[in-house]
DNA sequence: CGTTTGGTTGAAATGTGTCAAACTTTGTGG
DNA sequence: CCACAAAGTTTGACACATTTCAACCAAACG
């Protein structure tokens, strides 16, 4: 759909920022020359913990990470999901300790990159800084709608606004089509990321297909029809601050 | 307990910038000088609603707001409480369209000041930029905790971690002392911050006062066994991001 | 293939919601 | 300063969404 002018649009960082604003030739040849610690994780491990001093930030290059939080009593809270290009852990480049573990929900291909060079990178090029500090807000953004989510809204309609807000993310950087798409998450991921529990996330997916919102093939979700599940979900993808031309029509 | 060596200690905004790291004396009269607009605002206004798009932001120079979202059939999330020094819509510097409201609690003093006068501050001086982008930061984790709050913690420990953070808060900006603050606010708002209904809001309340965890005197709320309260709230300050010494000990 | 992991089902228990009424406090105008 | 209205709190009975527990089934995997 998109012109591709430079294979630099391979690289999901620049892909990420480019759906927001135009990159300068500078800018996007900056980001190419951040020094960046690939590095393959397997599935279910912690990147990062609570309670961690990281001296660098990572980005999603491929694959599903789920950032969380724990009670006391080991309830588990998925506070939002990260796809490719999202940078989950970016606010511990001003907050030394971590108030989050981030872990992967599938084998991840995971980049880091050292606070210094971030930093160095923000004070030489304040547009990405700008863009940065503007990426954490949009994630605060997706945040309180989780509060409201969990807070107002029936298991039922619960999960069908996830599943909205997920399509949405994953068209935008590229990783769903018009009908749906691939997401490879254990129904009790999705009971701690919903606040229910596997039981009920088990009831109310069979309810989602039986009332023809949802299909699903393995971890293939299908959208039959995206109107009635976005009703069902009360969703609006304002909170989710894309470019116009990013929302599914 | 500080030293006040600058009447601009009752400035709330430098105030809570001074609480996390020092200004420099250029850094503190560049924020005097912030063209400031300061309005009175009556109980149970907006200040901002969804879908606005505001040219400027506004400080809370006294009293409580909330920062809420509404569902399609009309039920109300309060996201988070604003208290004086706090910027609710900073976001809207970088985000154009509003995706919360922002109401005031109590009557309030409120100081607006235009993008274009923040934008000038941070070109300016890079490290109040950096100050503001931590505030949205924490602000984001404060997001974080009430959705681990609404999703896993049950009504009365919800309750007891909603009181225990206000007092951290408050306590960092001089509104509380070692025994209690000054909360004004009924109980269909609490309803609305934890995701319960007025009436349980109400039962919990009771069950916290016939536990000894709690004691009310009006819109005064004494807390006679904070390690207690601690425990029942499943409260771990670190998400606030204080400096150390500005905890409860 | 057997073992593990994840999905599905049913019955009983429970936290919380709803509704409606009574009570109490607060605010206000006469 | 009283009297009344308005707003907020408290109470009880009942409904119901969701949890828990336990068992069973299906799919994935080495």
């Known amino acids: ?26 800018e996007r040849q900056a980001l190419l020359d951040l020094p960046m610690q690939v590095a393959v994780i ?14 660098r930030s990572f980005a999603i290059l491929s694959g599903f990470t789920c950032t969380y939080k724990m009670t006391g009593d080991g309830k588990r809270q998925i ?19 971590l108030d989050i573990s981030v872990a992967t929900l599938t084998p991840c291909s995971i980049g880091f990159i050292t606070h210094e060079a971030l930093w160095d990178l923000c004070t030489r090029h304040p547009r990405i800084a700008a863009a940065f500090w503007r990426e954490t807000l949009v994630e605060g953004a997706i945040f309180r709608e989780w509060v409201l989510n969990v807070g107002r809204r029936e298991a039922y309609n619960r999960m069908a606004h996830v599943l909205c807000e997920m399509q949405v993310r994953l068209r935008a950087v590229g ?26 996330v088990n009831r109310v997916l069979q309810q989602l297909r039986a009332d023809g ?30 470019k116009q031309d990013e929302a599914v029509s």
Not at 7 to 24: A, C, G, M, Q, Y
Not at 177 to 200: K, M, R, W
């Open 79 to 97: 506070v939002t999901f990260g796809v490719a290009g999202d940078i989950p852990d970016l606010q511990s480049l001003h907050l030394k300790v």
């Open 1 to 26: 759909m998109l012109p591709a002018p430079f294979p630099t649009d391979h690289h999901p960082l620049i892909r990420k920022l480019e759906s927001i604003f135009s990159l300068t030739d500078d």
């Open 213 to 242: 919102l949802i299909e699903t093939k393995g971890s293939r979700l299908n959208i039959p029809d995206w109107e009635q599940l976005k009703t069902a979900g009360d969703f609006d993808p304002t909170y989710l601050h894309l």
């Open 175 to 200: 990783l769903a089509d018009d009908h749906g798409y691939e997401l490879p998450i254990t129904q009790t991921e999705f009971a701690d990321a919903l606040g229910i529990s596997n039981v009920h």
């Open 42 to 55: 397997k599935q279910d491990q912690d990147i990062v913990r609570e309670g961690d001093r990281p001296s």
